[in-house]
């Protein structure tokens, strides 16, 4: 087959597969960036990491990417591509971008041009991510997802997974099923939906919800739900962006529900925001809280416990943040 990728003719010879392997190239050397890239290397695809966190790349290029999970660990090798040096990586087969939101717009002129076939992929959280890396792919050119499954960093390169579904918006063009199906591959549950805004506002519910309380109070998601006050919150939270997706025409119906399922399901996990705050990083409090708010102003929907939360996480920020 002419046109194929050369790593994928290559290793195709190989063996007899049921997904062909690919070159995947993932922005990000952060907990899901480590969790779905190991994963991926297992399942014999050609990973490479790309980052700016020399640690992580140092670690990643001499053990490995090291994930733990339930019921075993495992070792896999990955590249790693230094963008602090060199900021064009090489082309591939799949681009996965899961750097932090405020990142995006830094990393997306070079995850659209390694993109080969279509444009680059997103499972970040928040809002603006879509738009960041389409301003460099193109308009309908981004492949869009949502995953609930958790990653917790342990150090650079090393990470505890647990696997969740991850959600892909659908395109014509093939490209969400070949993504999903990669995703399967690696035995990461994935199913496309077909309303990718829909799929974005619904995580939205869930995170604003979950991820200022659990980094607030330092617990992890299941732990939410054993308090009436913070299930309160987290309701409240998650029907203030019900309503305002309500207000661009999105229905989500059962906000809190959806919240709390997510909770559930993920009981085990600190929440990305947790950890951020953890590690002295800066969070994504501004695409997730600072977004509903934003949106809320300019469509006239109140949202007093997003900016509540977004108040208090950028607070707890600051004294955090290390002098
Ligand atoms: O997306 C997440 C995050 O931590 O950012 C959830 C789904 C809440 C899992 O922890």
Redesign the pocket.
Known sequence: RRGRPATLRARRRRGPLRSALASVLVFGTGALATFLGGRLSRAGHDVTLAGTWAAALAAIARDGLRVEEADGSFTATARVHDLASRPDPASADFVLVLVKAHRTASVAPAAAAAARGGGPATLQ?GLGNREALEEAAGPGRVLVGA??A?ATLLGPGRVRGHV?ETVVGETRDGRAGALAALLQGAGLPARLAPDVDRLLWS?LA??CA??PL?ALHGVS?GALLERPEWRSTMAAAAAEVAAVAAARGLRIPEPAELAFD??RA?AG???????DVERGAAT?IDALSGAVVREGRRLGVPTPVNAALLEAVREHEAAAAPR
């Open positions: 959280n995953t609930t958790g969740a995580k869930a995170n979950i991820n659990t998601n997510v909770a993920t996990n600190r929440s990305s925001m947790l950890q994504e």
